[in-house]
């Protein structure tokens, strides 16, 4: 009698991105335009893409952070970190500038798993700007706040250049996941 395989434990990897992963950054960054032009106006270029001109700057200023993310040895998205509040202007606040995950991988904790780990590495005061019509994201990211402090998160919603749902917490040195 044969055992039944069993299947491998998901592997995931948070990998800050180098300089020559930047045509990756720059694939992902096509795909999460092309989700998030369902929610606001986005167009695409004369050479058929969308763009992101803020890519060089997270290998340009030192306050910003990109990272790739693989699950088993795949991409699965990307997450770019910065110093420096787009709400307030507070220097000291860490702001996720940027965060999308592979349709294939979301809705498997993949999303919140990664979270967590980018809120662990980066203690001290955050905030995560959400478009309010992007409600699965405003969702997502009321669950994953919440699991990680332990603690209810309710979003202020604010206006400056655009409309957001604000969720600021704080990550504490030494945070585990709960």
């Known amino acids: 009698m044969t055992q039944p395989l069993e299947k491998p434990a998901a592997h995931l990897e948070i990998i800050p991105a180098t300089l020559e992963q930047e045509p990756i950054l720059g ?5 999460y335009s092309h989700d998030f032009s369902e929610l606001q106006e986005l167009s695409l270029g004369e050479d ?3 763009g992101y ?3 060089p700057l997270y290998w340009s200023e030192p306050a910003r952070y990109p990272f790739l993310i693989r699950m088993n040895g795949k ?4 997450v770019f970190v910065k ?3 787009e709400v307030s202007g507070r220097e000291a606040i860490w702001d996720m500038a940027e965060f999308f995950i592979v349709r294939a991988y979301r809705r498997r904790g993949v999303g919140t798993q990664t979270a967590h780990e980018i809120f662990r590495r980066f203690p001290g005061l955050w905030e995560v700007r959400v478009v309010p019509s992007n409600v699965p994201a405003c969702h997502f990211w009321a669950r994953a706040i919440s699991s ?4 209810a998160i309710n979003p202020a919603r604010v206006e400056n ?3 957001w749902e604000l969720y600021s917490f704080e990550s504490k040195p ?4 709960r």
């Open 27 to 31: 694939n992902l960054l096509e795909l």
């Open 75 to 78: 991409w699965a998205g990307l």
């Open 53 to 55: 001109k803020r890519l």
């Open 161 to 163: 250049t655009n409309l």
């Open 148 to 151: 990680f402090t332990g603690e």
């Open 48 to 50: 058929g893409r969308f």
């Open 83 to 85: 110093r420096g509040s």
């Open 174 to 177: 030494g945070a585990e996941l």
